[in-house]
């Protein structure tokens, strides 16, 4: 004789028992919290590379803003730039133009998505 | 035998198995995986609602236990049972709530949300399902859970085993003291 045997009726009541019905509205939250989650509007790579540019650029920023005579360098540099790339002219103005057009029209393409679910 | 009490008969004709609707979930079928929830989502609540005697929370751990089973769906061991997988899962996540609770308070763990459904008042309904979840309700919650996995997944010892992350031997010492005091509670 075996235990099994020995428990013969508790293990037929066991077999006999039903689950319990899972609550109303359990299925929905699960579904919500799963599937239909909405997709977070940046994905972790993309925040850590915005925040990362951001530092460097306060970095950057707070080395030129702490250099000595940095408001008149600033204004100097500023102005040869200026006019070594020939900003002050209207050709120079229109490729801009051109450029920033472009830029924006190819930032307005989308692609299909090819899926659906994105494990995150 | 019980094992067939953990899933719910599919709707449409056409039974497809774990692997199929899991490799068609991270495929981005989103129907893929409202079928996995729809199998599992009883058998997994059952587990949660024994082993935390408590409707609410069990509601928490089962969403959370398929939240978490979907971020990490991409890491399912193919060949594996998905059934063991969220199981482990699910009681992990118990554990874990049970311990908060333990740390939080210095009495013993509260009993059902309900406590005027005790085993003496159900006993005299004379309703055996409910005497018998009763008095699964009493037991230590090493047995509580060792008998409800026994009840969701059957014989299937190793299986268990692997959810409560014990030997082989010890499950099976546990649940024949669990149906020990059972069949104690049981006996008129």
Redesign the interface.
């Known amino acids: 004789m075996t ?1 099994d045997d ?2 013969a009726d ?2 037929r ?11 109303v509205g ?2 929905a ?3 919500t ?4 989650r909405p997709e977070p509007a940046m994905k972790p790579w993309e925040i850590w590379l915005i925040g990362t540019f951001v530092a460097l650029a306060v970095w950057l920023g707070w080395l030129v803003a702490t250099a000595p005579y940095a408001g008149e360098r600033f204004v100097d540099t500023a102005n040869r730039l200026i006019e070594m790339g020939g900003l002050t002219s209207v050709t120079t103005f229109l490729w801009l133009a051109v450029g920033v057009s472009a830029a924006w029209w190819v930032s307005q393409l989308t692609f299909p998505s ?4 994105r ?2 | 035998m019980a094992a067939a009490l953990a899933v719910d008969p599919p709707v449409a004709a056409p039974v497809v198995d774990d692997q199929a609707l899991i490799d068609a979930a991270l495929a981005g079928r989103s129907d893929a995986f409202e079928e996995i929830v729809v199998r599992y989502e009883r058998a997994v609540y059952n587990l949660a609602v024994r082993t935390l005697r408590d409707a609410t929370e069990a509601q928490d751990a089962t969403q959370e236990a398929f939240f978490k089973a979907y971020r990490a769906l991409n890491t399912f061991r193919p060949g594996a049972k998905f059934s063991t997988w969220i199981f482990t899962i699910c009681y992990r996540l118990c554990c874990d709530r049970l311990a908060k609770r333990k740390r939080f308070s210095n009495d013993e763990l509260p009993d059902r949300a309900d406590p005027s459904a005790g085993p003496a008042a159900l006993a005299e309904r004379n309703d055996e399902a409910l005497r018998l979840r009763a008095a699964i309700d009493d037991l230590p919650e090493k047995y509580r859970t060792v008998v409800t996995l026994y009840h969701l997944q059957g014989k299937q010892y190793e299986e268990i085993a692997s959810v409560l992350n014990l030997p082989l031997g010890t499950v099976k010492t546990h649940l024949f003291r669990a149906k020990e005091q059972l069949r104690k509670a049981l006996t008129p």
């Open positions: 235990h020995d428990f508790l293990d009541m066991l077999a006999a028992l039903p689950l319990e019905d899972a609550p359990l299925r939250r699960i579904l919290a799963t599937v239909y090819t899926r659906r679910i494990i995150r």
